[in-house]
């Protein structure tokens, strides 16, 4: 009778562990499909119609943005509570921005 314990003990614990894997196998399947399908609907990263260029961040809560919506640079101050529009960018011509490998600096106007 004892040996009988054991096996159906076994058969159980193994049943057991079968099904604990088959359920994991198939949340990681679920999440899976979800990432694929409907989490990437917006389209490559290249569609998007606001990107972000460049962030600096003066605390650990603020930080200045500099966006880029329909191919017009913004820049925006970000807080916990507000965003706040700062300036828009104007393209400069490429010879403008850097001099034999030096930067020029130039004034933003509003």
Do not use: C, Q, W
Not at 10 to 18: E, F, N, Q
Not at 32 to 53: E, N, P, Q, S
Not at 83 to 101: A, C, M, V, W, Y
């Amino acid at each position: 009778m004892d040996g009988m314990f054991e096996l159906n003990l076994i058969s159980t614990g193994l049943k057991t562990m079968a099904m604990l894997f088959l359920v994991l196998g198939l949340l990681v399947l679920v999440l899976y499909f979800m990432k694929r399908f409907l989490f990437l609907r917006r389209g490559a990263k290249g569609d998007l119609l606001i990107k972000v260029l460049s962030s600096l961040h003066l605390s650990p809560k603020e930080r200045i943005e500099v966006i880029e919506v329909s191919g017009e640079k913004i820049v925006l101050g970000v807080t916990p509570g507000n965003i706040s529009f700062l300036t828009r960018l104007n393209d400069l011509p490429e010879e403008d921005r850097e001099t034999n490998g030096k930067e020029k600096n130039h004034e933003i106007k509003e």
